[in-house]
């Protein structure tokens, strides 16, 4: 008889980050000498660009080390107002940001101050592996809009009306998208907003951390709208445009009562982010795009030749993702099949692993992002690395019989 658990049922009831899971158990293998080539991870393998870093000693010499306001620095925020209108034609006030520790907490404050036990969050699939689990800390219930490669996993107003019901409070989705490397334009935006203006009720998050690494014209926000904007919550950061994973330094843009709530939960939790993240974080945003567009250019040129690789694996089945650093190819094919030990790979998460012990490479399974017939790769490492996992994982998946 187990031993009834102490802990909460909070706790008990989410699940561990799958991206994260599997980066550790690569690390793990890595630690036994085994060369293990890691495509789980959603990282630039770029470093911080001198003038950041040379903000951030600056701001040590200039004693910024004690706590910051919660909401970040007035002059970091109003760097953001600047760019939000200098690259995305939005206007904002610094009221109506919050800086955060990372996107990744800017979302789920957002997630905590609106949702409600029962209230519906409609979240497209495949999803960043957090979203729904996001939602299950905030006691509220994720409705799944499937989407799949042959639409280039983006939804239709049609399906969005169809999942919308009287508790629907939240959509939130990604464009870029996180795992598939989808971007929605300007018309198909124009047409959800359709039919949120319909549905005075639901809030929109719309989150756009890859903004910056968008291999189509230019990147398109919802909140452009005027007829939902107030009802829109901006996330990004700095992690992934400028390579700043490390510093976690992210922000929402929102109406001024969403920005407050946010500014008094984490008044309550971790309160202001790291300083010295944020004097840096205002260089990065006044300084230029210079770095972006170098990582980005390398990201056009590994995107082509991860997607000549992957079809050139019999089994596979990719699209050609427009942002981001990653791809979602379809591996259903595979299921059932066994590899020389006689195991039988049932889901996407059995050939994940299979891909790790057999050919040394880390993928995430596509289960963890709502689509199992997927597994996600991050073509986030050198051009010589991509080659050479490519290579292993053709070889691993011809041996499955």
Request: hydrophobic share 40%; aromatic share 8%.
């Amino acid at each position: 008889m187990s031993t009834p658990s102490y802990l909460s049922d909070r706790i008990n009831n989410l699940s561990e980050s799958a991206t994260l899971k599997m980066t550790k158990l690569g690390r793990e293998l890595a630690a036994k000498g085994v060369n293990v080539i890691s495509l789980s991870v959603g990282e630039p393998d770029f470093n911080t660009p001198d003038n950041v870093k040379n903000a951030a000693k600056k701001a040590l010499d200039d004693n910024f080390t004690r706590y910051s306001p919660v909401p970040g620095y007035p002059d970091l925020r109003q760097a953001i107002v600047d760019k939000l209108k200098r690259e995305n034609g939005l206007d904002y006030e610094p009221s109506q940001i919050v800086v955060s520790t990372g996107a990744k907490q800017s979302l789920s404050n957002v997630i905590l101050t609106l949702i409600n036990p029962g209230d519906e969050v409609i979240i497209p699939t495949p999803y960043w592996v957090s979203y729904s689990e996001m939602v299950v800390l905030a006691e509220g219930k994720s409705v799944f809009i499937n989407t799949d490669i042959e639409s280039d996993f983006k939804i239709t107003p049609e399906q969005l009306e169809a999942a919308i019901t009287p508790k629907t409070k939240l959509f939130m989705f990604s464009s870029p998208c996180n795992p598939t490397g989808s971007v929605y334009n300007k018309e198909e935006l124009a047409a959800l907003a359709k039919v949120f203006e319909k549905h005075p009720q639901i809030f929109i998050l719309s989150d756009e951390i890859y903004e910056h690494i968008n291999f189509v014209d230019k990147h398109e926000s919802i909140a452009q709208f005027d007829s939902i904007k107030d009802r829109v919550i901006i996330v990004n950061g700095f992690s992934k445009a400028f390579a700043m994973t490390g510093w976690r330094l992210g922000y929402i843009a929102a109406n001024k009562e969403i920005a407050a709530a946010n500014d008094k939960l984490q008044g309550q939790t971790t309160s202001g982010t790291c300083s010295i993240a944020q004097r840096a974080g205002i260089v990065a945003y006044n300084e230029g795009l210079d770095s972006v567009q170098q990582m980005k250019e390398a990201f056009l040129r590994r995107r082509q030749l991860v997607y000549d690789l992957l079809n050139d694996i019999p089994g596979v089945k990719t699209n050609l993702p427009q942002g981001a650093f990653y791809f979602f190819p379809e591996i259903s094919s595979f299921f059932g099949k066994k590899d020389t030990q006689g195991n039988v790979i049932k889901d996407s998460a059995d050939l994940a692993l299979y891909l790790l012990n057999e050919g040394h490479i880390a993928t995430v399974g596509g289960d963890s992002f709502g689509n199992n017939n997927y597994i996600r790769l991050s073509y986030a490492a050198s051009d010589e690395n991509l080659k050479e996992a490519l290579r292993r994982m053709k070889e691993a998946l011809g041996k499955l019989a």
